[in-house]
């Protein structure tokens, strides 16, 4: 697998880890969105601005992975409290790639990390078709909330 579809597997990936995880909330029941929201939150920073989603300096990928490290964290700690252990083993089976991606990504001086580094120009020039994946995302997420329906039915809807 090429560096650039890694990348891009990652930042689509990363949506999908929280659509997958909204939908796990279901059979939370000591657990809601909103813990699961306030998550998302540390990501808003990446979607809104594209210098940081698609770092091209070590000091933008530094604090890109600053941001996705803390959005992973909350999630992991949220997946501790709220889901019992085929669910964990279930988050875990799918994040497993994600997680080592973000590991190799976010090591100073990794190897991985140096070659992105050396392509993050390209990747930007991507970035129009991760915006558009993004956009459609969040348009969804934000008609869900607003919509009057239980929980039950929005997080069903945003899977």
């Not at 909330?25 to 940081?52: F, H, W, Y």
């Not at 990390?113 to 120009?121: F, I, M, T």
């Not at 970035?127 to 459609?136: G, T």
């Amino acid at each position: 697998m090429t560096l650039q579809n890694m990348c891009l597997q990652m930042n689509l990936g990363v949506l999908v880890l929280f659509t997958i995880l909204a939908c796990c909330v279901i059979a939370a029941p000591r657990c809601n969105d909103s813990d699961l929201r306030g998550c998302m939150e540390e990501l808003k920073v990446l979607t809104n601005n594209q210098d940081l989603a698609f770092a091209q300096t070590e000091r933008e990928l530094s604090q890109t992975c600053g941001h996705l490290q803390d959005a992973m964290q909350c999630v992991n700690n949220f997946t501790s409290r709220c889901f019992d252990e085929s669910q964990r083993e279930l988050y875990r089976t799918l994040t497993s790639g994600a997680q080592q991606l973000l590991a190799d990504l976010c090591t100073q001086g990794s190897g991985f990390r140096s070659k992105y580094l050396l392509h993050a120009s390209c990747y930007r020039n991507l970035s129009s078709e991760y915006r558009k994946c993004a956009d459609s995302y969040l348009t969804q997420q934000e008609t869900a909330k607003k919509e009057e329906m239980p929980v039950k039915d929005k997080l069903r809807k945003s899977c």
